[in-house]
């Protein structure tokens, strides 16, 4: 075997041996950006779903309680309705915005997932 064969089937098996794994990983980095994206969107789907079940909850538990305790104390003393009431609706109304903005966020969250 001359030296020019030589060279060449040792360049030959160089390059194999350094380029040959090299493209298998590129093609695992592949597949593994393709499952990053859909486990992205599956835990954006999450917080969304989240989101809504604790504002939700939230919202609800607290406006029952501000209502409770704005006709208790209503039915203590009748003559204050109008100083209680006023004061109930505004905070029922700050509390339902609350829970709206958190469905805005769940929304927006919505809009980052890409399906495909």
């Known amino acids: 075997m001359t030296f020019k064969k030589k060279l060449s089937v040792f360049t030959a098996v ?3 041996v350094v380029f040959a794994p090299a ?3 590129a093609q695992q980095a592949a597949q593994a950006a393709a499952t990053n994206k859909f486990d992205t969107n599956g835990w954006l789907a999450a917080a969304a779903a989240f989101a809504i079940g604790i ?3 939230g919202g609800t538990t ?3 309680r501000a209502t409770s305790a704005a006709l208790e104390g209503i039915a203590r003393q009748p003559s204050a309705a109008p100083r209680i009431q006023t004061p109930m609706i505004l905070g029922l109304a ?3 915005s609350l829970v709206l903005f958190a469905f805005v966020v769940a929304f927006l969250l919505q809009g ?3 399906l495909g």
Do not use: D, P, R
């Open 112 to 114: 980052k997932i890409q």
């Open 14 to 16: 160089t390059v194999a």
């Open 94 to 96: 700050l509390i339902e």
């Open 62 to 64: 607290a406006q029952g």
């Open 23 to 25: 493209m298998a990983l």
């Open 55 to 57: 504002a939700a909850l």
